[in-house]
């Protein structure tokens, strides 16, 4: 079985915050989902588990960040293209998101855009040149001490 991850994020609108990700393309699964919580299904190993704070903090005893103010993480999410990293960053815009970085990052070989979903959490979109992916790791082991 292939490595999956499951994102947990703490949301305080769950039903507005799973119309947030269906229109940035995730599909939600609904045998994961009931009124405290909605698994949103990215890919066959991507899924994004969001949850009421009060379902969140059942799995920590830790205060629950306000990620309009605090920066918690940086998830970032491959695409297939340049064009899909501005088509899934424009989708979160019109759908109540806002851009969190005012440029792009745009080199030869890797091009991202940052979004803020509707809760605050920092999403970047990044597309690779499929021969840097390849190229980067061994450029890092030369630098490495």
Known sequence: MPRMIFVNLPVVDLAKSKAF????GAANQPKFTDETAACMVFSDATFIMLLTHDKFSQFTSKRIADAHSTSEMLLVISQESREAVDAIT????????REAREKSQDTAFMYSRCFEDL???I???LWMHPEAAVQVPEAFANTAA
């Open 90 to 97: 424009d989708k979160a815009v019109a759908a109540g998101g």
């Open 119 to 121: 809760d605050g959490h």
């Open 21 to 24: 990700y269906e229109a940035i």
């Open 123 to 125: 999403w970047e979109p």
